[in-house]
């Protein structure tokens, strides 16, 4: 039996004209019993009736499938394209069509979706720079009034006020300049210097730089055992130096007083280097830490804001990291601790 779902308009036309005209036919030869009568009402009939199947098929559907197809591509057609809507089109099947409708239905689906992603993205960035923004500001704007209205003619509370309007405006600075640097990095137009250093060595100087806010919680940091062998990369240190400064700085914040920062080296194979900064501390819920790279995002924002920074830092690591064509991952568990690591290329070949 013929699946005429299957089938293109021109075999519908061919199939219907062709059932047509032989019913005509053996109607002439039992009528007439003349057989080239018959056959020549036949032929005749065929051809009409399959030019004039086809015609009608090709203005009523197929005309409206092209306009679908037109929709589909929201493009002006090329003459390639033309040459497709004209004569490819009509040769596809009822299934085909349906087949090319349901992909591109499939396509705009995960586009619409790509886009709400971006837009509430977009919003919850717009909102936490906002905030971002106003909390120093207004603290600025609240000490001037303050010094204004009087407070002025006090020493003490005028310095005090000066001096917390200072750190404002520095706090203000930072996200400023932090902001221009994740544009530059996702612009490309941060240029990386990149050189052959040990990493053990950068390791050191970034936390004998730090080694004044890990006194004051008394969390000692160092390379793991068995990792003091010198590792070479090829990167750019100052930008590898801002990364390790970061994480540490981090993994201090946020370690327990009295804690451990542990960072270990890896040769994974000949080409490449695993960094992983460890510490002790408060950790992250699983369900935060596929996010813990987004610009602003915050674990707990209270407590966050409480322990300063922009909330570009992680951000900002990623892009460095990233810019050099590498990775990062995290790892956490809640009053366990977390490790932040990255992998960094070991040879110049690989560059």
């Keep these: 039996m013929i699946q005429f779902k299957n089938l ?46 086809f015609y009608f098929l090709q203005q009523f559907i197929y005309r409206r499938i092209k306009l679908i197809y037109k929709f589909i591509y929201q493009t002006k ?5 033309e040459f497709y809507n004209k004569y490819i089109i009509p040769q596809k099947s009822i299934d085909e069509v349906k087949e090319d409708v349901e992909k591109w239905a499939v396509q705009r689906q995960g586009e619409i979706e790509l886009l709400r992603k971006n837009e509430a993205f977009r919003k919850e960035f717009l909102q936490n720079l906002a905030h971002e923004f106003k909390t120093p500001i207004f603290a ?15 020493p003490e509370v005028r310095k005090r006020f000066l001096e917390n309007t200072s750190r404002n405006v520095d706090r203000l600075v930072n996200l400023m300049n932090d902001l221009d640097e994740i544009s530059r990095l996702e612009s490309g137009e941060q240029v990386l210097y990149k050189q052959y250093f040990v990493i053990q060595d950068l390791i050191r100087e970034v936390i004998e730089s730090l080694s004044i806010k890990l006194n004051q919680k008394e969390i000692v940091a160092t390379i793991k055992k068995g990792c003091e062998a010198p590792v070479y990369v090829f990167a750019d240190k100052e930008k590898i130096r801002q990364v390790l400064i970061n994480l540490v700085s981090n993994a201090t914040k946020y370690g327990k007083p009295g804690g451990t920062i542990v960072i270990s080296v890896y040769n994974t194979d000949e080409f490449k280097v695993l960094l992983e900064v460890s510490d002790d501390g408060i950790g992250i819920e699983e369900a935060h830490l596929s996010r813990i790279f987004e610009r602003f995002y ?34 956490s568990k809640p009053d366990v601790g977390t490790t932040i690591g990255f992998t960094l290329s070991s040879t110049r070949g690989e560059n």
């Design 8 to 53: 293109s308009p021109r075999q519908v036309a061919s199939v219907l004209a062709f059932s047509i005209a032989a019913l005509v036919g053996l109607a002439n030869f039992i009528l007439v019993d003349d057989w080239v009568i018959a056959l020549s009402s036949f032929a005749v009939l065929f051809l009409v009736a399959y030019l004039l199947i």
């Design 77 to 81: 057609a090329t003459k390639r394209e």
């Design 140 to 154: 600025i704007q609240g000490y001037i009034d303050t010094l204004l209205g009087g407070a002025m003619e006090n």
């Design 298 to 331: 915050r674990t707990d924002k209270a407590r966050s804001r409480d322990k300063g920074g922009t909330g570009l830092g992680l951000a900002i690591c990623k892009h460095i990291i990233e810019a050099h064509g590498e990775s990062m991952h995290v790892r």
